[in-house]
């Protein structure tokens, strides 16, 4: 039996990122980690259909809350959620009344605090910059830009975009405006690019002011979202690295808005914005009798 049958989840969104929590803590013997195909059933219409599916275990490290796994809707891990995390943070804080709180993802441990008007601040760690660290299947020094294109050679529809990893990887290409591209039939050709061996988040930005930017994201497997909050701290580090924004600008996602700040003392990105509760159910075990 599956590590989600029968379990209860709160469906939830950050800025319409579509976020389910599942919260495997108290299991014993304890959870599994949840079989790719057990994910898939779990966002199908007779699941609760997600962008990501947060799953909550028992903390590894001391001091930590929980460790965290974060599921694409087509099954695959990611490293890093940042919508996600602020979903997680919400319901863990109103839990057990703390407004600090520490968490260990795949991508490493993360500290989230609640601010003065209940929004909750995630530090998403360093952007990291190096090609393999991207990663990139092959060697570019500089990766504020690197070359890449697609659409015919000598007038290429979108090209040159900026990479960073965010515990995740992310290209993010510049244009005037996001919304005048078929990302949905981009999305897919670009996150699955022979260039990057762990496939990409897709993000179109344009960059309004010096503290602002407009942007949306095709997301390795889950596609066309509201939101990625991910997206927006890779896309307001890339923008500043190249000297464009300031090291704090919010950021305009199809489904609300964040702030995004990178910081100066320690590098790490911050990303502060609302979440959304939306309803509690459970998982119906019928789902996952085809799933392994
Ligand atoms: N929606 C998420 C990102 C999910 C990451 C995922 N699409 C991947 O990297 O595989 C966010 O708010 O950061």
């Known amino acids: ?31 599994a980690p949840i079989a790719a195909d057990e994910a898939r059933a779990a966002a199908s219409p007779a ?63 993360l500290n989230a605090w609640k601010n003065d008007n209940g929004q909750f601040t995630i530090d998403m760690g360093k952007p990291r910059f190096a090609w393999n660290e991207i990663p990139l299947a092959e060697e570019f020094r500089d990766t504020r830009i690197i070359e890449l294109q697609i659409g015919p050679i000598d007038a290429p529809i979108l090209h040159s975009p900026s990479v960073v990893n965010m515990g995740n990887p992310h290209a993010i290409f510049w244009v005037d405006d996001p919304y005048a591209y078929d990302l949905g039939k981009f999305g897919p050709l670009l996150e699955n690019h022979p260039i990057f061996p762990d496939r990409a988040n897709i993000t179109l930005a344009h960059i309004v002011d010096r503290e602002h930017i407009v942007m949306r994201t095709w997301e390795r497997g889950a596609g066309l979202t509201r939101a990625c ?48 509760f939306e309803f509690e159910g459970r998982f119906d075990p019928k789902l996952f009798e085809k799933a392994s």
């Open 1 to 31: 039996m599956g590590a989600l049958s029968n379990k209860a989840f709160v469906k939830m969104n950050g800025i319409g990122n579509e976020i389910v929590v599942v919260d495997l803590r108290a299991d014993t013997p304890r959870a």
């Open 47 to 109: 699941g609760a259909p997600y962008d990501q599916l947060m799953a909550l275990y028992p903390p590894r490290t001391p001091g930590t809350d929980a460790f965290i796994r974060i599921y694409n809707n087509d099954g695959s891990e990611a490293g890093a959620c940042g919508n996600g995390m602020r979903c997680v943070a919400t319901l863990v804080s109103d839990a057990n009344g703390k407004s600090k709180l520490v968490f260990e993802t795949g991508a490493g441990i």
């Open 229 to 276: 909050g991910s997206a927006a701290c890779a896309t307001a580090v890339a923008a500043a690295r190249l000297k464009r924004t300031e090291r704090k600008v919010h950021m305009t996602l199809p489904g609300g808005e964040l702030v995004i700040e990178w910081r100066t003392s320690d590098d790490h990105v911050l990303m502060t914005g609302p979440v959304a």
